[in-house]
């Protein structure tokens, strides 16, 4: 039996408890909002629960162990694994896995929009800002949103 959603939601905020984002901010205020934004944009109970647990391998929060083996549908751990960013690994490589990867690009979608939300980008330094905004650029462009 698979994890429900609700149940999805408790682990990410658990395993991300700690963690705070750029600004500060706990990092959890950004899996919510990509989940709600995953859910706006009509996305599957399965895209949601990515939404939620869409960093914790990237962050180390959860290994890729533990997602194989978790009871999670396929479509969950598959979009998981797609955006999760790969130590040098260049942004072409990860655009091309997202697109390949059926259900990937609405939860990257909704992840991009929170990053690039200018109220969350003015809370960081200048130089942070223009980095991660260039960045965020590239990615979009990559992927054709």
């Given at each position: 039996m698979?994890?429900?959603?609700a149940?999805?939601e408790e682990?990410?905020r658990?395993?991300h408890a700690t963690?705070?984002?750029?600004a500060g901010r706990?990092y959890v205020?950004?899996?919510?909002?990509?989940?709600?934004?995953?859910?706006?944009?009509?996305?599957?109970?399965e895209q949601?629960?990515a939404?939620?647990l869409?960093d914790?391998?990237?962050?180390?929060?959860l290994?890729?162990e533990?997602?194989?083996?978790?009871p999670?549908?396929r479509?969950?751990?598959d979009i998981?694994?797609a955006?999760?960013?790969?130590?040098?690994?260049?942004?072409k490589d990860?655009a091309?896995?997202?697109?390949?990867?059926?259900?990937?690009?609405?939860?990257k979608e909704?992840d991009?929009?929170?990053?690039?939300?200018p109220?969350?980008l003015?809370?960081?330094?200048?130089?942070?800002?223009?980095r991660?905004?260039?960045k965020?650029?590239m990615?979009?462009?990559?992927l054709?949103?």
């Amino acid at each position: 039996m698979n994890l429900t959603l609700a149940e999805v939601e408790e682990l990410a905020r658990r395993v991300h408890a700690t963690q705070t984002d750029k600004a500060g901010r706990p990092y959890v205020e950004h899996l919510a909002a990509v989940a709600h934004g995953v859910a706006v944009r009509g996305g599957s109970v399965e895209q949601i629960a990515a939404a939620w647990l869409h960093d914790a391998v990237e962050d180390g929060c959860l290994s890729a162990e533990w997602l194989a083996g978790a009871p999670l549908a396929r479509k969950t751990k598959d979009i998981v694994l797609a955006v999760t960013k790969r130590p040098g690994e260049p942004l072409k490589d990860y655009a091309a896995r997202i697109l390949a990867t059926p259900g990937a690009l609405l939860v990257k979608e909704a992840d991009l929009a929170h990053n690039a939300d200018p109220v969350r980008l003015a809370a960081l330094d200048p130089a942070a800002r223009d980095r991660l905004t260039a960045k965020y650029a590239m990615v979009r462009a990559l992927l054709g949103v």
